[in-house]
């Protein structure tokens, strides 16, 4: 997917490593351009990359501004 596809509104923080202690945990949040919808935000490498996935493959297939935008069509 590229930005015009909607993932302008993902936010991924990798985190801090300082001398081999995490300082920061990664993170993530989303918010739809189109339709608004939020999720997270998440923390942890399991959830920052579950919620990639979530927003790159289950979002568009129920992203309001997206079906009513494929109806117009």
């Known amino acids: 997917m590229t930005t015009a596809d909607g993932l302008s509104g993902?936010?991924?923080?990798?985190?801090?490593?300082?001398?081999?202690y995490r300082v920061r945990p990664p993170?993530?949040?989303?918010?739809?351009?189109?339709?608004?919808?939020?999720?997270?935000?998440?923390?942890?490498?399991d959830q920052v990359r579950a919620l990639v996935a979530r927003v790159m493959t289950d979002h568009p297939t129920y992203?309001?501004?997206r079906t009513e935008t494929s109806h117009d069509h």
């Open 10 to 20: 993902l936010h991924v923080d990798f985190g801090v490593d300082h001398r081999g």
């Open 63 to 65: 992203c309001t501004a």
């Open 27 to 45: 993170r993530a949040r989303y918010v739809c351009t189109a339709c608004g919808t939020t999720e997270g935000p998440v923390y942890g490498h």
